[in-house]
């Protein structure tokens, strides 16, 4: 059996030997290399551009600019966003190309010999600019006198794009309330981190076609983007991701893909066939690409004596940066997360997109969840301390089971195990035992703590997060297995597995490979990966969502039942094709949010106790108990290890992540003034608990789980931290001074 064993992973000698080769390793001995400008204009128009004295620099081959690309124009979800800012309208767009919205905006890209020659020439780049009003954060988006940043979409707004739920009678829900509970929640930026910045390779290939080796999490979708900026039909593009240097939502969105395309397009025109390389420094990875939405939630909350919910009233602003990448979705798991995983029968929540000229928000594990998490359980947490109820007897009360009407007014999809996850994880953490003695410590070798200034807190937290693509998204995944074996043979010896789905570190293409042995009854070390090449496999969609285990399985059964079907036809080899599409899901009511939004979801509990200096404000993470219904651990060595680094990665955004932007600037834009946790500030203890209750409709049962262990971290530290000090903290990250000032009040 593969399913539910923990082979070595499938790339880990290649990694850990140095043999793999990541994109910024893919530099053939021939490359020229792209450098792209930045225009480092938060809020600018274009004026003019002058870019001959860069032409005529030493070693440059090419000075691409907007008046290069054929659509000027791209962007995830909505084409708002141009390749390069231009003095002019050039090529077909949507979208108004002559103003920078944002720091990070392209202005052009140089192509030279050598990286030198290439950053010398970007150097003699001129470019003049009418300066443009900075709207920099929320409060001046929405300011009466604000100017609109996409004037274009004639929303009359920077809130261009809005959500609502309307459930119940909230003049009833209120005057049922025993306990209300208000606070205005204020949540930050955070920096993917991912240990490769970005890098890539393009060329054309023998058939004509123009190839891009990059670091993504979604090949078609890289495919389609560059197909349409280049204005080329889509087999004309060839997208090939590497072994990736993480990812986390972060290369989701386009960041070289397109200029290394058009590169090397322009260059094969010219009559110069070489490929084109690129990367990025960490500085220019920090600053030109998109970060976790930061937003402001205001939450009001009523509880009867009992502690069930009554009504909630919610208004959330999400900062989108200067373009949307993928904040209409964001938006939309944070409208309907900010219920949590409770039965609520009135409710009124307004959620709304805005855009700034700061830094784009995007897809970051999660995706909205851990926002509107730390609001719900937030909320939840302060209504058991004003009822004087138990946190975990106050979730029993209000959490979710088969058969509940969610917050959009329709059944809950089979498989609510909420309740299941919960009791597991507050027996795990034995909730109910009093807490010991907080152990010394300090982060000032030289420096003591005084024993009386360490205080001890434990909290609890749980939230459901959706699997796969939500709101009406034809969402799909393909995948195709060829069978070989003797002609004569009744059983096939080895198998072949073509799929699409991006590698980026989790181990899913060890998981596809187990999933296809299983499938087919071929021994694992026959099965042999054809991975994430959009010229070998159909689309399997993103490496995002949690989606990708559950996507995936579903379309390798398939594709094993059609290979054996051809099998036993007499074809060899016998090639099997199968595209997946699970139950529809709808897009929100505009006025009421009435909906069936998601197909599948999976459940989290945490339990995080720590201990806090009150003289210092410094925090240790004594234990984190993790809780995780997954249905079916296809690797479970691979589980445990994605809830490991989820938290830990969650414990960078709660203490210590503070991602600085002033005037729509990023000011540290590198690891020595933007921590992230290193070895020895982690959790002393992380307990992953792992339960398979299978979700009805996944593969063998199993149902995703990579971004849960991220959504219930924030709360349940805050929740901690309350139980420590008695102080309720809004904000985060919890820095020292952020801890020591709040306490001082």
């Known amino acids: 059996m593969s399913i539910g064993s923990s082979p070595i992973r499938e790339d880990a000698a290649a990694k850990v030997t140095g043999q793999a080769r990541y994109p910024a390793d893919r530099t053939p001995p021939d490359a020229v290399v792209a450098k792209v400008v930045f225009t480092d204009q938060p809020h600018a128009r274009l004026v003019s551009l002058d870019t001959s004295a860069a032409s005529a620099s030493p070693g440059v081959l090419a000075i691409l600019t907007g008046a290069d690309v054929a659509v000027n124009e791209y962007g995830l ?382 909290g609890i937290a749980c939230a459901l997060k959706n699997v796969g693509f939500s709101f009406g998204f034809p969402e799909r995944c393909e995948a195709t297995i060829v069978l070989h074996g003797e002609p004569d043979s009744g059983t096939p010896d080895r198998a072949e597995l073509f799929h699409a789905g991006a590698e980026v570190g989790q181990g899913s293409h060890t998981a596809f490979l187990q999933m296809a042995a299983e499938a087919t009854g071929i021994d694992l070390d026959k099965v042999e990966g054809r991975f994430s090449d959009t010229a070998s496999s159909g689309d399997s969609g993103s490496a995002s969502a949690s989606r990708l285990t559950f996507m995936a399985g579903n379309s390798i059964l398939g594709a094993a039942e059609e290979a054996d079907r051809a099998w036993q036809e007499g074809h060899r080899p016998a090639v099997g094709h199968f595209r997946y599409v699970p139950p529809s899901t709808e897009p929100l009511d505009p006025e009421t949010g009435i909906c069936h939004p998601n197909f599948s979801y999976g459940y989290v509990a945490q339990v995080v106790e720590l201990t806090v200096d009150t003289e210092t404000g410094h925090i240790v993470i004594d234990r984190v108990v993790s809780t995780h219904d997954v249905g079916k651990a296809i690797n479970p060595d691979l589980v445990v290890g994605q809830i490991e680094g989820a938290v830990v990665q969650a414990h960078g955004y709660t203490l210590s992540e503070r991602l600085r932007v002033d005037d729509g600037r990023i000011l540290n834009p590198r690891f020595s003034s933007y921590l992230i946790p290193g070895i020895a500030d982690v959790p002393t203890e992380i307990k992953s608990v792992v339960l398979e209750l299978a979700d009805p409709r996944g593969p063998w049962g199993a149902r995703g789980m990579a971004e849960m262990p991220y959504m219930t971290y924030a709360p349940a530290v805050i929740a901690a931290l309350h139980d420590a000090t008695g102080i309720w903290f809004e904000t985060f990250p919890l820095t020292p001074d952020t801890v020591l000032a709040r306490l001082g009040t």
Not at 225 to 231: K, V
Not at 411 to 437: H, K, N, Q, W, Y
């Open 77 to 458: 979800t909505l084409f708002d966003q141009p390749v390069f800012v231009s003095v002019e309208h050039t090529g077909r767009s949507s979208v108004r190309c002559d103003v920078s919205r944002w720091e990070a905006d392209h202005l052009a890209v140089v192509v030279a010999e050598t990286t030198e020659q290439a950053d010398a020439a970007a150097n003699f780049i001129e470019a003049e600019w009418e300066q443009l009003d900075v709207v920099a954060d929320i409060d001046d988006a929405l300011a009466d006198d604000a100017p609109l940043l996409h004037a274009e979409d004639g929303l009359g707004s920077n809130a261009y794009h809005n959500y609502k739920i309307r459930k119940g009678d909230m003049q009833a829900g209120w005057a049922r309330a025993a306990a209300v509970v208000e606070a205005t929640y204020e949540l930050p930026h955070q920096e993917h981190a991912y240990l490769q910045p970005e890098a890539g390779l393009a060329y054309i290939d023998d058939e004509g076609r123009v190839v891009v080796e990059v670091g993504g999490q979604w090949t078609h979708e890289d495919r389609e983007q560059i197909a349409h900026a280049l204005d080329l039909p889509e087999d004309r593009v060839r997208v090939i991701y590497p072994p990736i240097g993480g990812a986390f939502g972060g290369r989701e969105d386009m960041s070289l893909q397109i200029v290394l395309a058009l590169a090397a397009k322009t260059l094969h025109e010219s009559g110069t066939d070489r490929p084109v390389v690129s990367q990025w420094s960490r500085e220019e990875s920090i600053v030109g690409h998109h970060k976790r939405h930061r937003g402001r939630i205001k939450a009001r909350w009523g509880a009867d004596a009992d502690g069930k919910i009554v009504a909630i009233h919610n208004e959330a602003w999400l900062d989108a940066g200067a373009y949307n990448y993928t904040s209409n979705k964001v938006l939309g798991n944070c409208h309907i997360g900010q219920a949590g995983p409770y039965e609520v029968p009135n409710a009124h929540i307004d959620s709304h997109a805005v855009y700034t000229n700061s830094v784009p928000g995007g897809a970051f594990r999660g995706f909205g969840g851990p926002q509107a998490a730390f609001v719900a359980e937030s909320q939840m947490n302060r209504l058991a301390h004003e009822l004087g109820i138990d946190p975990v007897e106050i979730r029993r009360r209000n959490l979710l089971s088969d058969g509940s009407i969610g917050i959009t007014q329709t059944p809950m999809p089979d498989g609510v195990t909420i309740r299941e996850v919960v009791e597991a994880c507050a027996t795990e953490a034995d909730f109910d035992s009093a807490l010991g003695p907080a152990e010394v410590f300090s982060p000032f070798a030289s420096l003591p703590p005084s024993p009386a200034s360490l205080k001890r807190g434990r």
